[in-house]
């Protein structure tokens, strides 16, 4: 419960210390291998393969991830493949997604491609896929 | 059919005479409010732009990768990074922290490089901690800085040809950040 209000309202997530993370963002031109992991915002415009795991991502318009996404939330207007687990998803226009988005609310606007399942999840089922990824 | 248009009318007349008042007295948060119970999915602070405009791809302070980077453009680093990075003008920020070798045309290092750096100019700041090799062309290093390596001037070298192929045709072209000579420097040194 506690991170769900977390999520609805506060704008940039905050650190231990209390001060504001600056969001990542990756570039058109960058290519990354491998995981990531932040408690903050990240903001994808290039490439990525590999295993994604922030509190707020978004893959911008010419993004392309290959991997599992674990977030709070989600927004897609470039090309996935994989799965993601997220509390909240939004699918822009440009999406393209192929995989499973196990959500608990989604929003797909017209134009958005979507090849796979997505399945609705109670918020308790997300809450545990967290301790999850910290326990790895 | 009358029952409709009544009703439509009725709408029509109550939107002109309510929205202008609306729009005075309330920010447009209220429509979304009214039509969605829960949070809204998508919050307006999605837009942020970087606060760097001249960088490219920025990985923040909370950001830890493992694996590969690999860019054609700039990189700045202030998060963690478990693997090699590959740019054009390369920056670790003071609390950064890299674990393998950083290739580039220009690296500048404030923090922490355990593994090596290749590039054409390395620029050592007082806040930085490098445990590697240099191997460079043309290297500045600030009072503070600490090394613990080999500095090499083979930059470019056959030796190393083989060793950064994807770094080389950045090599090549003159280089780009020598008009900013001053302007990085002063920043991370102020950040330091």
């Not at chain 1, 226009?93 to 797909?108: L, P």
């Not at chain 1, 017209?110 to 109670?122: E, F, Q, S």
């Not at chain 2, 009703?7 to 002109?16: E, M, V, Y």
């Not at chain 2, 580039?104 to 700041?125: H, P, R, S």
């Amino acid at each position: 419960m506690p991170a769900l209000s977390r999520l609805a309202l506060v704008p940039v997530p905050l650190g231990n210390d209390g001060t504001e993370f600056p969001a990542s963002h990756l570039g058109k031109a960058l290519t990354i291998k491998g995981s990531l992991e932040t408690t903050g915002v990240v903001h994808i415009y290039g490439n990525v393969h590999g295993q994604i795991t922030a509190d707020r991502l978004v893959i911008g318009v010419g993004g392309y991830v290959e991997g599992d996404i674990v977030a709070n939330d989600v927004r897609i207007g470039g090309r996935f493949t994989g799965r993601i687990y997220a509390r909240h998803v939004t699918l822009d226009g440009s999406a393209e997604i192929t995989g499973r988005i196990f959500h608990h609310t989604v929003t797909v606007a017209k134009g958005a491609r979507i090849d796979g399942r997505m399945p609705w999840r109670p918020l308790n089922f997300f809450e545990r896929l967290e301790h999850l990824r910290e326990a790895q | 059919m009358n029952m409709f248009t009544r009703n439509d009318k009725s709408f029509d007349t109550n939107a002109a005479s309510t929205t202008p008042v609306r729009d005075k007295t309330e920010t447009p948060v209220a429509p979304i409010a009214e039509t969605k119970r829960t949070s809204p999915p998508a919050p307006p602070t999605y837009e942020i732009a970087t606060p760097q405009t001249r960088v490219v791809s920025v990985i923040s302070k909370a950001l830890k990768i493992t694996g590969q980077l690999e860019s054609t453009e700039d990189i700045q680093v202030d998060g963690e990074v478990d693997g090699d990075v590959r740019g054009v003008s390369v920056k670790i920020g003071g609390n950064a922290k890299v674990k393998g070798t950083v290739y580039g045309d220009t690296v500048e290092l404030a923090g922490t490089i355990d593994g090596k750096i290749e590039a054409k100019k390395v620029i050592l700041t007082s806040t930085a901690h490098m445990s590697g090799d240099v191997v460079h062309q043309d290297i500045r290093i600030e009072s503070g800085a600490y090394i613990d390596g080999h500095c090499r001037p083979e930059f470019g070298k056959a030796a190393n040809k083989n060793a950064h192929a994807a770094a080389k045709p950045a090599a090549v072209v003159p280089t780009g950040s020598v008009r900013d000579k001053t302007g990085p420097v002063a920043e991370i040194g102020t950040r330091a």
